[in-house]
Nanobody
Framework: QVQLVESGGGLVQPGGSLRLSCAASGLSFVNYAMNWYRQAPGKERELVGIITNTGVLTNFLDSVKGRFTISRDNAKNTVYLQMNSLKPEDTAVYYC?????????WGQGTLVTVNS
C-alpha cells in the first residue's frame, strides 16, 4: 500500500515563505518521479511541478516559476516544495502525487493560506 502524507501548510503573510513536505511509504521512492499539485477554492486542481527520480525539475506552473522549487531527499523518502515570495493567489490545498502500478496516488493535502 502506497501512502503519501503532506505537511507544512499554514497561515503566512504575503511575501513570506513556507516549505511543504511529502513523506512517502510503500514504494521504492528512489525510482519514482514525484509531483506537486494545488487546488484553490472553487478552482480546478492544477499541476505545480515535477521532480524526476534523478532530480530533474520540469513543468512548473507559470505563475509560480522563479518562486517555487522542488527537491527530494531519497534517504528520507521525502519530497519538498519550497515556496518563496508568497502571494494571496497562492492560497490553496497543496497535494503531492505519484504513479504506482499505472494508478495515480494522492496525499491528503495540506492547506496554505496567504493573507495579512
Amino acid at each position: 500500500q502506497v501512502q503519501l502524507v503532506e505537511s507544512g501548510g499554514g497561515l503566512v503573510q504575503p511575501g513570506g515563505s513556507l516549505r511543504l513536505s511529502c513523506a512517502a511509504s510503500g514504494l521504492s521512492f528512489v525510482n519514482y518521479a514525484m509531483n506537486w499539485y494545488r487546488q484553490a477554492p472553487g478552482k480546478e486542481r492544477e499541476l505545480v511541478g515535477i521532480i524526476t527520480n534523478t532530480g530533474v525539475l520540469t513543468n512548473f506552473l507559470d505563475s509560480v516559476k522563479g518562486r517555487f522549487t522542488i527537491s527530494r531527499d531519497n534517504a528520507k523518502n521525502t519530497v519538498y516544495l519550497q515556496m518563496n515570495s508568497l502571494k494571496p493567489e497562492d492560497t490553496a490545498v497543496y497535494y503531492c502525487s505519484t504513479y504506482f502500478l499505472r494508478r495515480r496516488v494522492w496525499g491528503q493535502g495540506t492547506l496554505v493560506t496567504v493573507n495579512s
